[in-house]
């Protein structure tokens, strides 16, 4: 049988996870393991730092309170940003810091892992940020030079 959960938002709009006998987890992560070839299955719920708290294996099973919940969290999350501009990117330490521009506004983030900045067939890049977030980066001759030039030193 399924762990008994609920999933709300508090009043400063951030996800809380209450789970009976436990104490609820303020600003929880939702995110799906499969988003494009199994969206209503394999649903993560991530403490701040990252940490399975649960796993969901099919939303159809939960309380429909719940599992609406989940569906308007997924829905904020599931946009992903277009990156327009990169201003930096720096690969000083083991990682590399992106600051860039994108469709949603400007963004900085941490990429771990040279996997992470994945080719996709059509010439544009989905770029993963340490906390699960996905980019798009356009193909590089859309991009300015300056952007392209930020790119090239990953290659």
Same mark, same amino acid.
């Given at each position: 049988?399924?762990?008994?959960?609920?999933?709300?938002?508090?009043?400063?709009?951030r996800l809380?996870?209450?789970?009976?006998?436990?104490e609820?987890?303020m600003?929880?992560?939702i995110?799906?393991?499969f988003?494009w070839?199994?969206?209503?299955r394999?649903?993560s719920i991530?403490n701040?730092e990252?940490k399975?708290?649960?796993?969901?294996e099919d939303?159809?099973?939960?309380?429909?309170?719940?599992?609406?919940?989940?569906?308007?969290?997924?829905?904020?999350t599931?946009?992903?940003?277009?990156i327009?501009?990169?201003?930096?990117?720096?690969?000083?330490?083991?990682? +590399? =810091?992106?600051?860039?521009?994108?469709?949603? /506004?400007?963004?900085? %983030? #941490? !990429? +771990? =892992?040279?996997?992470?900045?994945?080719?996709? /067939?059509?010439?544009? %890049? #989905? !770029?993963k940020d340490?906390?699960g977030?996905v980019y798009e980066?356009?193909?590089?001759?859309?991009?300015?030079e300056?952007s392209?030039g930020?790119?090239e030193?990953?290659?």
């Amino acid at each position: 049988m399924p762990e008994q959960f609920d999933i709300a938002k508090d009043e400063r709009g951030r996800l809380v996870l209450s789970r009976p006998g436990q104490e609820d987890v303020m600003g929880v992560r939702i995110r799906r393991a499969f988003p494009w070839s199994r969206p209503g299955r394999s649903i993560s719920i991530r403490n701040g730092e990252g940490k399975e708290l649960l796993l969901i294996e099919d939303l159809e099973s939960l309380p429909q309170g719940t599992r609406q919940a989940i569906v308007d969290a997924l829905a904020d999350t599931s946009f992903i940003p277009r990156i327009t501009r990169i201003e930096l990117i720096d690969t000083t330490f083991e990682h +590399q =810091e992106w600051r860039v521009q994108t469709d949603r /506004g400007p963004a900085f %983030f #941490r !990429v +771990q =892992e040279r996997e992470d900045v994945r080719f996709l /067939g059509d010439g544009r %890049f #989905r !770029v993963k940020d340490a906390d699960g977030n996905v980019y798009e980066l356009p193909r590089l001759e859309k991009l300015d030079e300056h952007s392209r030039g930020q790119v090239e030193k990953l290659v």
